[in-house]
């Protein structure tokens, strides 16, 4: 015995008023598990124009002796359909996959109208597989079309099972095209005219219920469309969608004998070739296609046949194992050609017969599509949607040629795709082209965003926003939200489901719940925060659980959002967070630049002298160590110091540098400690200084020998005690910062003369490094000279410079006292002066003036007097030479002449330096 239906809502009476219209609830905007299906007696009117009263909830079904089993039953409102702004619907599909019903109001939908067709087809669905779509609809009564109402019943006949993507959209469109637009008797539902009655009513309850089941995986699809349309009030949309008022109900049974036909299918061959454009050009459900005509041997035989196809252009196979999926483009265009005959044929359009009409000639891609055949869907709007169970569906709208807007849903319910073997977009214009054309809107394929699965290479695509909230309806609301303002959303409905998707893909923001089935929130939490301790998590918690979301905080979360959630609320701290994974992501490509410009590959140099300092770099970065470097002004102080942070644990951290001969006497203490508010005069604020501002990095102390001896003794106990005392401040301040020092100055003889605190020096030389001077250095003058004139030429000119043999003559014999600063601001000097990118050696500006301190070129001025004297004569010589063989760009017989002694002598001196 089956128990009766109640309805789900008492207040049904009413129409859904979209802004600016008044439009009745469209037949693809239903509430299938509100409605009843009934038979009546035998020999009981079927056209009686009241509807019945509905049942009591429990009350039983009977049966007489003069009466077949009364099928009236209907489902109470599922807790899946929690009312949620107004709305809330189910969409019902057949159990092929065909989308039979949508959307619905809460209190504003009237079960009485529109939703009867669409409860119709579930109908077709109770009488077996024989009886599951229709054939034909019959008035059992007179239309008068100036009114567009059918005074009587409406009969629905079903038998040809090939006949999938009829849904309520498609009959009531046809049913308006013939001038009815309110019904004032039943819809009465049967096998045909001739067939009895004989399929029992547990069998139709157990199926009716079955398809609701299916209705609840994918209910979202049509409810996303209907919202996406109200949010951006597409009137247009919502109101162009057809509707037929039934002020009946649903009744299984026989047509009455003067029901006339009024729509009826006009070619069998059109069905076949609707089915084989439906097994390929749009993804409903082709499982149940093949299995009723024997699978997909038999499809591909009868194609081949009807079609006048080569069997080797047609390829069957699914990744499911259940259907069919895959054709070639030469058999897509024989397939439409067909259809386009027989459409020309029987005076149809495209818009009568599809709901699509090949908008999809692509594929719904998801997890079983490989990355080498992933395209994009086409659509001219549309949302995609996946179900909780995996399936992808394409909800939207086009426009047809005469100017309609048809409502498709494209559905992919158990992972079989439509992949074509050739370009996509060329499949497109092929479609509209054998259709006559692209429509006269100028429609344009729009590309869809998908979520694409991470591989093994990584993916360019990052989904924004990670959405974790088990209850559907807010969780569809929250992703409206969230894309409406640009986001990318990818959605899941427990801990478990986040925590997969978390470990699948990366994401930039997580929005979960805190109380969930399958885990919590926090599992959530903890799980985003070990795939990425940087990612920025946000908490969703109702009022009593406030204590829980700020033990989230602590454990790492973004931040918090209380329920009910407030919209601008929601968007602003998602802006937020991602602003900062923005940050974090920019910080992490500076980190980047700053290694190229800073570490070792940017020191150039082959010679023994700086490959040791390198070494040694090296050694002492990982330690802890004080570290002084000692070196002429210009050898690259600063760059080795740079080197020694960003190869230590503290490469994350400030590296902050101080020039201590560059601040005057009176300011370098507040510089490098700060000061209290009120500590002196002017002193209006607190000030923080260098080493506190460096906390967890390195401090780089340059010309530490300036640094003056009153200052040292604080210095020195910032260094050993790790703390520091700020100007005018009570008590010391901890700090924690690794020093590295550097002077041109011999700080031993300071120390002798007392210039310099011995306690401070040997603290400081903990690991001193020697970094050589430009002229030690051998032919790194040429290399550091090639990689200056590349990177300055390039920023400067667009291009790379390079060096004529002449000028690296030129720079191998000068001296460079200024080392490495030198060698690059001469550089820079010859890129602009430069009439072409060779550099020649008047552009360098090194001719010597002979006015400069001897010490300034590198003298060695040690030793008695004859001893200075042999080796300042020697390097005047070489200076000479060079400079000789500069301006005569390396000839060597007008170079001897200028500098008056034989050409042999000169040849000689060339090798004696090394010229």
Request: glycine content about 8%; some cysteine.
């Amino acid at each position: 015995m089956m128990r009766k239906a109640r309805y789900a809502h008492a207040g049904m009476n009413r129409v859904i008023k979209f802004p600016g219209k008044l439009s009745v609830v469209t037949a693809a905007m239903v509430f299938a598990c509100a409605s009843a299906l009934s038979q009546p007696a035998a020999g009981g009117s079927s056209t009686n124009p009241k509807p019945s009263p509905p049942p009591s909830v429990g009350q039983t079904v009977g049966t007489t002796s003069e009466s077949k089993p009364v099928v009236s039953q209907a489902l109470a409102q599922p807790a899946y359909l929690t009312p949620i702004a107004g709305y809330q619907g189910v969409l019902a599909e057949t159990l092929d996959g065909a989308t039979i019903a949508a959307q619905a109001a809460d209190e504003k939908f009237n079960p009485a109208s529109s939703v009867k067709l669409a409860t119709t087809l579930v109908a077709l669905q109770t009488l077996g597989p024989d009886h599951k779509f229709v054939t034909g609809v019959w008035a059992a009564g007179a239309i008068d079309k100036s009114t567009g109402t059918l005074t009587g019943d409406l009969v629905v006949t079903g038998r040809d099972p090939s006949f999938h993507y009829e849904h309520a959209v498609m009959l009531a469109r046809q049913l308006n095209d013939l001038g009815i637009r309110t019904v004032t008797g039943n819809v009465i539902v049967t096998p045909s005219f001739t067939m009895n009655f004989d399929w029992s009513a547990r069998h139709s309850g157990e199926m009716f219920r079955d398809t609701l089941d299916a209705a609840k995986r994918s209910a979202s699809a049509t409810r996303a469309w209907i919202d996406e349309r109200t949010l951006v009030g597409d009137n247009e949309s919502l109101s162009s969608v057809p509707s037929v008022v039934i002020s009946g109900e649903v009744q299984i049974g026989t047509a009455p004998p003067g029901a006339a036909p009024i729509l009826t299918h006009k070619s069998s061959k059109l069905v076949d070739v609707l089915k084989a454009l439906l097994c390929f050009s749009n993804n409903f459900m082709a499982e149940r296609i093949g299995d009723g005509l024997g699978g997909p041997q038999a499809i591909s035989a009868a194609l081949t046949r009807e079609l006048d196809l080569n069997p080797d252009e047609l390829s069957l196979s699914s990744t499911s194992g259940l259907g069919v999926n895959r054709v070639t483009p030469r058999a897509m265009m024989k397939i439409l050609r067909a259809l386009r005959d027989e459409l020309a044929k029987n005076k149809l359009s495209l818009s009568d017969i599809l709901p699509v009409a090949g908008v999809d000639p692509g594929t719904l891609e998801d997890r079983y599509t490989d990355a080498a055949e992933r395209g994009s869907v086409v659509a001219k709007t549309g949302t995609l949607v996946r179900t909780d169970g995996g399936a992808s569906s394409l909800v939207g709208q086009m426009k047809t040629r005469s100017g309609r807007i048809v409502l498709f849903v494209i559905m992919n319910q158990h992972g079989n795709v439509v992949r074509f073997r050739q370009n996509q977009d060329s499949i497109v214009s092929a479609i509209q082209n054998s259709l006559g054309g692209p429509a006269p809107f100028a429609y344009q394929p729009v590309k869809l965003s998908l979520r694409l699965p991470a591989t093994a290479g990584g993916s360019d695509f990052m989904p924004d926003i990670l959405l974790v909230e088990d209850k559907e309806s807010l969780r569809r609301v929250l992703r409206l939200t969230l894309e409406n303002a640009g986001y990318t959303v990818t959605e899941a409905a427990d801990a478990r489901a986040a925590i997969d998707e978390i470990e699948r893909v990366p994401h930039r923001v997580v929005l979960t719940d805190l109380r969930m089935p399958n885990g919590s929130g926090i599992d959530v939490l903890r799980a985003a925060k070990n795939a990425d301790s940087d990612i920025p998590v946000i908490v969703m918690t109702a009022y009593g659980s406030i204590d829980e979301a700020v033990q989230a905080m602590k454990d790492g979360a973004h931040d918090f959002l209380q329920k009910p959630v407030d919209s601008n609320h929601l968007l602003l701290l998602v802006e937020r967070a991602l602003e900062q994974s923005r940050l974090r992501t920019e910080n992490i490509l500076l980190r980047e630049e700053w290694s190229k410009r800073y570490g070792f590959p940017r020191i150039v140099g082959e010679s023994e002298a700086i490959k040791r300092a390198v070494a040694e770099t090296q050694r002492v970065a990982q330690t802890e160590a004080t570290v002084l470097l000692l070196g002429e002004s210009g050898t690259g102080k600063e760059l080795f110091a740079r080197a020694v942070h960003h190869l230590s644990n503290r490469r994350d951290k400030p590296f902050v540098a101080i020039n201590c001969a560059a601040i005057p006497e009176t300011l370098i203490e507040n510089e490098l400690f700060g000061h209290e508010r009120g500590a002196f005069t002017g002193a209006a604020d607190r000030r923080i200084g260098k080493f506190e501002l460096a906390s967890g990095g390195t401090v780089f102390l340059d010309e530490i020998g300036e640094l003056p001896l009153a200052v040292q003794g604080k210095l020195l106990r910032a260094i050993e005690e790790k703390s520091i005392d700020r100007i005018g401040g009570r008590a010391p301040v901890p700090v924690d910062v690794r020093v590295v020092a550097a002077t041109n100055k011999d700080l031993r003889t300071a120390v002798d003369r007392g210039e310099f605190r011995g306690d401070l020096f040997f603290r400081l030389a903990v690991f001193p490094i020697d970094i050589p001077p430009l002229r030690e250095r051998g032919n790194d003058v040429l290399l550091l000279a090639r990689h200056f004139a590349a990177e300055i030429g390039k920023e400067l000119r667009g291009r790379e410079a390079t060096l004529s043999e002449s000028s690296m003559q030129a720079l191998r014999s000068h001296r460079w006292p200024g080392n490495v600063r030198e060698l690059e601001n001469s550089i820079e000097r010859a890129c602009i002066l430069a009439d072409e990118t060779e550099l020649r050696p008047a552009d360098f500006g090194l001719v010597s003036d002979g006015a400069r301190d001897l010490k300034a070129f590198g003298f060695d001025l040690s030793g008695n007097l004859s001893e200075a004297a042999e080796r300042a004569v020697k390097m005047v010589e070489r200076q000479k030479i060079g400079d000789a063989l500069a301006q005569h760009d390396g000839n060597k017989s007008r170079a001897a002449e200028a500098l008056g002694v034989s050409y042999k002598t000169l040849l000689t001196k060339i090798k004696e330096y090394n010229l």
